[in-house]
């Protein structure tokens, strides 16, 4: 029935979603966005039948890693002939192509079959948030963020500073010990 | 037998015969049997005993009555939906007879099927079928995508930040009530 086909289309539309990776973990972003990509977010998944989402990931050049992660965590390559291996530090990588880090942490989390393909065809990455008019007109849902946007000192106004409480004050002439590495005079 | 070759189907009735009103789906009955043959006995003593009151009875019905020299008796039954349904009655007495054409008469005329399920329904849900967009909330409709309110974080509990902020609100409260300055503490 004509009423039937409709409902059938509604019920496997397919969503854009957008997620702003503005200061958030690759490595806990990955796994939701991938929940999305791979539909599991839907009462109708199953995994013989193609519900999956496109997910728009835009600000990829402003995640962020913890501790010393930028530079320890390495990506690995091998060209496949002898000595073809190499390993380049994150913030290498990061700095020649800002939205390769969350496409390799993806493309890695994803279960390695043979839908792998199709479903890194539905994520669509963004070094900053201009992203294409064709593109943006397609969003009707955005994902919530992991982590919370911290906010630098200067972009507090003075009477927010000023108002923070306080246990004591500062000497004037105080000068905080800097460490080790003592400048000598 | 496999039930992979039995036909299999879903709960049904004819046109939801017997919701309103009931019509009887067998619409000829025709009784094929043997005048001589023993085979056909039973069927012969429903012919005296039983058949003219079941006429009577079934108006709707039409009754054909087919002897056949030598042939195996059977009834022949013939249903609103066009299909025909055969039942070789050889041997059986007319109680029996009696009990099969009871049968025929109150079938829907459809196939006798394994069924796949044992209820049917044509609206299996109310709401209607699950979509996307279904149980979201509204303000969706009205709002410009990117935007910064559907991205943040929501935290569940306050952070260190919020509460020592919290904490300072109350002692300054505390200082305003005892008459400010005194502790000279510069919370």
Redesign the interface.
């Known amino acids: 029935m004509a009423q039937h086909r409709v409902?059938q289309w509604?019920?496997f539309?397919r969503?854009w979603w957008?997620?702003?990776a503005r200061w958030q973990c690759p490595f806990q972003s990955a796994p939701v966005i991938i929940r999305h990509l791979q539909g599991l977010h839907?009462?109708?998944y199953h995994p013989l039948s193609d519900v999956g989402?496109h997910v728009v990931v835009?600000n990829t050049e402003h995640i962020a890693m913890e501790g010393d992660l930028w530079r320890n965590w390495r990506h690995f390559h091998h060209t496949g002939y002898p000595g073809g291996f190499s390993a380049t530090r994150v913030w290498k990588v990061h700095e020649a192509d800002p939205t390769k880090v969350l496409h390799k942490q993806i493309y890695s989390t994803v279960k390695g079959n043979l839908l792998r393909r199709p479903i890194m065809a539905r994520l669509h990455l963004y070094p900053d948030?201009n992203v294409p008019e064709d593109i943006?007109k397609n969003?009707?849902?955005?994902?919530?963020?992991?982590?919370?946007?911290p906010k630098r000192l200067d972009e507090y106004t003075q009477d927010e500073r000023d108002a923070?409480?306080?246990?004591?004050?500062w000497p004037a002439d105080y000068v905080p010990n800097p460490g080790k590495k003592t400048v000598k005079s | 037998m496999s039930h992979a070759t039995i036909p299999s189907g879903f709960v049904k009735s004819a046109l939801q015969n017997g919701a309103g009103r009931y019509v009887c789906q067998l619409q000829r009955l025709t009784l094929v049997f043997c005048k001589s043959s023993g085979g056909s006995r039973g069927l012969r003593d429903f012919v005296e005993k039983h058949l003219l009151e079941f006429t009577q009875k079934n108006p709707g019905v039409v009754v054909y009555l087919q002897p056949r020299r030598h042939r195996p008796p059977k009834l022949v039954a013939e249903y609103l939906n066009g299909r025909r349904e055969e039942i070789p009655v050889a041997t059986h007495n007319d109680e029996t007879i009696c009990q099969w054409v009871n049968h025929l008469r109150t079938h829907s005329g459809n196939e006798t099927v394994r069924l796949r399920k044992t209820w049917h329904t044509d609206t299996p849900s109310i709401q209607g079928p699950w979509t996307p967009f279904t149980n979201k909330d509204t303000r969706l409709n009205v709002t410009q995508l990117p935007s910064e309110e559907l991205s943040r974080f929501q935290p569940t509990e306050p952070s260190a930040t919020e509460k020592l902020l919290r904490l300072a609100e109350q002692l300054r409260a505390k200082d305003a009530v005892k008459g400010g300055g005194e502790t000279g503490t510069p919370v």
Do not use: S
Not at chain 1, 139 to 149: C, D, F, K, M
């Open positions: 409902q509604a019920t539309a969503m957008l997620y702003d839907k009462p109708i989402d835009i948030d943006l969003i009707t849902g955005q994902i919530r963020q992991l982590r919370e946007v923070f409480p306080r246990l004591f004050e």
